[in-house]
């Protein structure tokens, strides 16, 4: 998947504004635990396939030598003492000032010659976010129990917030600036992702996925990821999204089922309201109004959080447009080149004619 070195290349010209020292600025944001024994293997081929962007490693709490090697590859080096990845990429999109963002997992697995590729469809058509999709050609890295984790919440996210994702909880992604400083991020750990896939779905930002290539961890370097406890925290942030983004949705679906079996405890009493004029099933039917009254409070609260929600939203929009689009971004990067030479040309003529 990934492209050649000489391919790499072009792509890199075609979004650096070549010949001056304004050239798009890229980071690249590694997130790194215990990594040592590939961290510089990955600094070297993310600096291999991108020359001109800087290489951020940010250790959290990393108990090897993963911090002094990458620092010895070539990588700025920062530290996040809150254990756990969601710490570190709040860290990183906070600290970190560029035009385009690589975040990628440090452990060896992503597909770094794919950068360039990734980072061109995201100039080329004016995105906020691309995710590199992980295809597995060995088919021994991607385990079966993540692989059907992934697909069953990639495919509840799908199905709540709608999309077309397919790899919702991959570790590779590029970003615009737009979407980095606009992004409100709330979690600690693994389920950052489902954040970011989520944030993006809300706004309706214009976003993409692209393949890359997944390899199998290189012997001595392990997994983090807990496919149980991980797996269930995702899904109560997909509960907890689902919450504070689509209230009525959730709210109204609990006052369905409310409604719903209200009807069915009630219907008899009803009925036998209706045949002999008693009601010889109290606490049946005192349980159905009261079923029936939680309905209605909870379409209340749905309505309530629902117009919450869209102010929310309005603010998260203007504060996402208070930023220029990558293409706005490279556009202004060209337009100061042209000056530039534009002014050369008439300093060039001045002399001539004196």
């Known amino acids: 998947m990934g492209l050649a070195p000489s391919q790499s290349e072009d792509v890199l010209k075609s979004v650096s504004a070549q010949g001056d020292s304004r050239r798009a600025e890229i980071a690249v944001l590694l997130p790194c635990y215990n990594e040592e024994a590939v961290i510089r293997s990955v600094v070297a081929r993310f600096r291999a396939a991108l020359p001109h962007a800087t290489v951020y490693v940010y ?46 997992d440090a452990d060896d697995t992503y597909d770094a010659e794919a950068a360039p590729r990734l980072v061109k469809a995201l100039v080329d058509s004016g995105l906020d976010m691309v995710v590199g999709t992980r295809v597995d050609p060995s088919g021994t890295a991607y385990r079966p129990a993540h692989k059907f984790g992934n697909w069953m919440l990639t495919s509840l996210v799908r199905w709540i917030f709608g999309g077309r994702f397919s790899d919702m909880l991959s570790g590779y992604r590029v970003f615009s600036r737009r979407f980095v400083k606009s992004f409100p991020v709330m979690s600690q750990g693994f389920e ?90 109290l606490p049946t039917a005192l349980l159905a109004t009261g079923t029936m009254i939680l309905a209605s409070l909870s379409m209340v609260c749905g309505l309530i959080l629902d117009t919450v929600t869209r102010g929310r939203e309005e603010a998260k929009r203007l504060r996402y447009l208070a930023f220029p689009g990558i293409q706005a971004t490279m556009d202004h990067l060209l337009s100061h080149e042209e000056t530039v030479a534009l002014q050369e040309q008439i300093q060039a003529v001045s002399g001539f004619a004196a």
């Open 59 to 104: 250790d959290n709490n990393s108990s090897d030598r993963s911090a002094n090697i990458a620092r010895g590859a070539g990588a700025s080096v920062r530290n996040e003492p809150r254990q756990g990845k969601g710490f570190v990429v709040r860290r990183m999109f906070a600290d970190v000032e560029a035009d385009i963002y690589i975040m990628c």
């Open 192 to 281: 950052i992702e489902t954040e970011l896939t989520i944030h993006a779905l809300q706004l309706e930002m214009p976003v993409e996925e692209l393949p890359t290539d997944f390899r199998d961890r290189v012997e001595g370097s392990e997994s983090k990821l807990s496919t149980v406890s991980d797996g269930l925290r995702i899904l109560f942030t997909i509960v907890t999204l689902l919450k504070q983004e689509r209230p009525f949705f959730l709210f109204g679906l609990t006052a369905l089922v409310l409604a719903g079996a209200s009807l069915l405890l009630g219907y008899p009493v009803v009925l036998e309201y209706l045949h002999s004029g008693t009601v010889p099933r």
